[in-house]
């Protein structure tokens, strides 16, 4: 069967770096997206992976390694707004979205 | 910006009514998606369009419908409210030039069914 797998909670300090990790299995892969969805809001659009290696886009840098099935969000100097939830979502062989359940980050002052 | 506007945040129906969830977007998207929400799952999509008039199943369409008429608007259509249909519905458009265009995604409609 198809799965994404992600931790359901993290904490983190203000300033720090966290990194999010996302496993997934799926009938053929045609990449990998991570969206950020604050409490009461739309998940919206952070980054699309299909080759392997880092994507930076400032403060949020995403990884994949297709051979492992795995892929990270990694967040740099964190700030309050970045508490959110972040889902991953991985695309199969006929394009379709299989998600995870989301990883809620917590960030202390 | 695309914008994707879900007409009603909050909704309250009883069990056996028939619920109407509209969703419009600004971008002239080819196509659009229905998921439902729940807590410790993953979005599961319910129906999705890829052209006016056109709609498919996704993985849990059973007890919804959609409808598509204008390449705008795609509306979602519980036809008999149950308690399990309880959830936040949140509705997608993306453009259909590339298969991994991203999503844009309406704030949602949170339904409660008692």
């Known amino acids: 069967g198809q799965n994404i797998d992600q931790p359901t909670e993290m904490t983190a300090t203000e300033g720090a770096i966290v990194q999010i990790n996302c496993t997934y299995q799926?009938?053929?892969?045609?990449?990998l997206f991570w969206y950020q969805q604050h409490a009461g809001e739309a998940p919206t659009f952070l980054s699309y992976?299909?080759l392997d290696g880092l994507e930076e886009k400032g403060r949020f840098s995403s990884f994949l390694s297709r051979s492992k099935g795995y892929s990270y969000l990694l967040l740099k100097e964190l700030q309050m707004k970045d508490s959110a939830s972040y889902l991953c979502?991985?695309?199969?062989?006929?394009?379709?979205?299989?998600w995870g359940a989301g990883t809620k980050l917590i960030i202390k002052p | 910006d695309v914008k994707v506007t879900q007409s009603s945040r909050y909704l309250v129906k009883r069990t056996g009514e028939k619920v109407f969830l509209e969703c419009v977007q600004d971008?002239?998207?080819?196509?659009m998606f229905w998921y439902r929400q729940d807590p410790g799952l993953g979005l599961r999509l319910i129906y999705f369009?890829?052209?006016?008039?056109?709609?498919e199943k996704g993985d849990i369409p059973e007890g919804y419908s959609v409808s598509r008429e204008k390449k705008e608007r795609f509306s979602l259509i519980l036809e008999s409210a149950s308690t399990n249909q309880t959830s936040m519905y949140l509705c997608?458009?993306?453009?259909?030039?590339?298969?991994?265009?991203?999503?844009?995604f309406g704030n949602g409609t949170r339904l409660t069914v008692t």
């Open positions: 369009s890829y052209d006016v008039k056109m709609k």
């Open positions: 979502a991985a695309m199969d062989s006929n394009y379709q979205l299989i």
């Open positions: 997608a458009s993306s453009t259909g030039t590339a298969d991994n265009s991203p999503l844009h």
């Open positions: 971008m002239d998207h080819e196509n």
């Open positions: 992976n299909v």
């Open positions: 799926t009938s053929g892969f045609n990449g």
